[in-house]
């Protein structure tokens, strides 16, 4: 909310726009022709580096000096500390949850009870339940999340699709929970107040909501699943290799309780990668014991590196493994890097530059309303932060919609519709990073089956043009 927006009036657009371009080049050569293997493993690291190196070369020929790049990027790296901490927490509460046998319990009850013809729709209507009720999508990703990717896996069912059918219910409780981050951010930068924001915002999220579980529900009718006939094995399978009871789901019920009660995500999540280890002492002590010479070790490995359970089932094998903190080490670096592009992009003035543009060519309300949609998309693949992509359009349109005579609660609507959910499309956003990470599917893989969280731009724009709900001011302020 404190944001600063830097301007810089020896910027032209030309300009702003160079590394823009020179980032999307290389991140196209890297996906289409090399496979994502141009410059190793880091290949998208880099190139992000590469981007904010054309970046600070801009701002060099525009007198903007070294110092101010660097404070930009180390406030950038200072705002996104806290998620990287949340990561770190969340392999080591994967692999904690794996070896007390917390995640297998989750997919053995729950091929139980989530059958392949509920399942997708199902997955949405869960995960939107936790998100409203904690106000998190990352959180939603890294509890009910992961479990149920494990059981959608077991069934059968391709795990792009269970990741698309998580995010987007995760993404709708998001937007519509009070307890949101970015609920509450969207009214502060458009000048209204919370509760008016999200009853105005169910005007066209409610029928992205519905679109998407209609979407999943004949995507359904559609899944050739091979895992129907050897539910049976699979439930043999794991009740064979861990200790199977209900009083495993007493950790995650903490740390949702916890969440609810608005305890500080890294104490939850802390305490729920301690619980684990215990419950781990207390159901496992064959697994530990399988796994390394000493019980404690294989805690300690879980919670820091790789580890991988053994089973007579290939299909569970591969799907209980985890990485631990060093799996999360890939996702961190992208968070960091994107964090120099989008730092220096912001120190340079060409974030302002590129917002000031498109306001500028908006004449009609629609085009008020598009230009809004196309900054906040922009500003999630430039400046790689769903955050960056709400205050600063939020700050620059406001007055643009008050000229217009329009209601501030149609500023900070289109602000969530399209800065808030698409931020999770972006393979190296803050958000799109974290969520492959977490659920362990690329953001390649999940994008098409995100349904809500593309449909929602397009579902403003389409209330803007036919003029539904748009509401007006009291009292019309005049150009």
Aim: some cysteine; charged content about 10%.
């Amino acid at each position: 909310m404190d944001t600063k927006i830097i301007r810089n009036k020896e910027l032209n657009i030309w300009e702003a726009i160079i590394p823009v371009i020179i980032l999307m080049s290389l991140l196209a050569y890297n996906i289409f022709y090399k496979d994502g293997a141009w410059l190793g493993d880091y290949s998208n690291q880099f190139i992000l580096l590469i981007g904010g190196l054309v970046a600070a070369v801009v701002g060099f020929f525009n007198k903007v000096s070294l110092k101010v790049m660097f404070d930009e990027v180390l406030e950038n790296w200072k705002n996104v500390f806290v998620p990287i901490m949340i990561l770190f927490l969340v392999g080591a509460l994967a692999g904690t949850w794996l070896v007390s046998g917390i995640i297998p319990a989750m997919v053995y009850y729950g091929l139980q009870v989530l059958s392949p013809g509920i399942f997708l729709p199902a997955s949405v209507i869960i995960a939107a339940i936790i998100s409203i009720a904690t106000g998190s999508s990352w959180t939603t990703s890294a509890t009910v999340g992961i479990a149920l990717i494990g059981i959608g896996s077991a069934l059968g069912i391709p795990t792009g699709m269970i990741a698309g059918a998580v995010i987007s219910g995760a993404y709708f409780g998001d937007k519509m929970s009070p307890l949101s981050d970015t609920t509450n951010l969207a009214p502060a930068m458009a000048g209204t107040d919370l509760f008016t924001h999200i009853k105005y915002m169910a005007f066209t999220t409610v029928p992205s909501f519905v679109i998407t579980l209609i979407v999943f529900t004949i995507l359904t009718t559609t899944i050739d699943t091979s895992g129907t006939a050897d539910i049976s094995n699979l439930l043999t399978s794991i009740n064979s290799t861990f200790h199977i009871s209900p009083l495993l789901f007493t950790v995650p019920a903490v740390v949702i309780a916890m969440i609810l009660l608005k305890t500080k995500p890294l104490l939850a999540l802390g305490t729920g990668v301690i619980l684990a280890s215990v419950f781990a002492f207390i159901f496992q002590m064959d697994i530990l014991n399988n796994l390394s010479d000493s019980s404690f070790k294989s805690i300690v490995n879980s919670i820091f590196v790789d580890t991988q359970i053994q089973t007579d089932n290939e299909k569970l094998t591969e799907l209980f493994s985890s990485g631990g903190m060093k799996g999360m080490l890939w996702t961190i670096f992208l968070i960091v890097c994107a964090m120099v592009f989008g730092g220096v992009m912001d120190a340079i003035g060409a974030l302002a530059r590129i917002t000031n543009t498109l306001l500028s060519v908006a004449k009609s309300t629609f085009g008020l309303f598009f230009s809004t949609v196309v900054s906040c998309l922009g500003l999630n693949a430039i400046a790689s932060d769903q955050y960056l992509a709400i205050v600063i359009p939020g700050k620059m349109f406001k007055k643009a919609f008050e000229d217009k005579g329009l209601a501030p609660e149609n500023l900070s609507r289109t602000l969530e519709d399209s800065g808030t959910v698409t931020s999770v499309l972006i393979p190296w956003n803050t958000c799109g990073a974290y969520q492959s990470g977490v659920l362990g599917v690329s953001v390649a893989d999940y994008a098409i089956y995100a349904v809500f969280n593309y449909i929602s731009p397009f579902m403003t724009l389409l209330f803007a043009a036919l003029g539904i709900k748009i509401k007006q001011l009291a009292v019309n302020i005049k150009k």
